[in-house]
């Protein structure tokens, strides 16, 4: 099991992030949680079937001070970083691709690699001053717990019968850990 090594108790799953995933069911979200990616070590925190796709959440503790993306490339290239307090926090970044790119490879050729798929760090809680929008960096949305839900819901692509099918798919392919 992989998981973030200064905060291991996020590997179980935060119950403040489950239960806005779980609150969100009414509205047509699916979840299955601390899911296990076949042939790696890792551990997805959050494989969420919305009505717009599937979004695959790695949980992030709350913050120390205030995310951002910085660039620290120069002229010619582009350097993108999560920071975090004023600290690089690149590793929770990474943890999150690397889960979303395992996701991705363990789907290819299955009935749902057609699913349109998001990455996301989700921050479980953030002080209101320390976290002013959403934002990408390089595939991977950064985001905080209040504001995940609705981009699930923005479209919907997906009826409850085809969520359904594809939840159980889900389930059947990637074990509880």
Partial sequence: ???DGEHPALAVGDPRMIA?????ADRGILCLHHRAVPGTSYVVDH????????????????PSGRVEKRDLGDWFSSEPRLFVGGSDASRLHLRAQH???AVEAALADSVVDRVPRQGVLCFVDVAPAWFTRTFELERITVTWRRLLVDP??????YGPQTRL???RHLD?????A
Avoid: C, K, Y
Wanted: hydrophobic residues 55%.
């Fill in 99 to 101: 889960t979303f790119d």
């Fill in 152 to 157: 699930m819901l923005s479209v919907t692509t």
């Fill in 47 to 62: 494989l969420v079937v919305a009505p717009n796709g599937l979004w695959v959440v790695t949980a992030a503790p709350e």
């Fill in 1 to 3: 099991v992989q998981s």
């Fill in 20 to 24: 806005t995933l779980e609150a969100a």
């Fill in 172 to 176: 059947a392919r990637f074990p509880s």
């Fill in 165 to 167: 099918e594809l939840i």
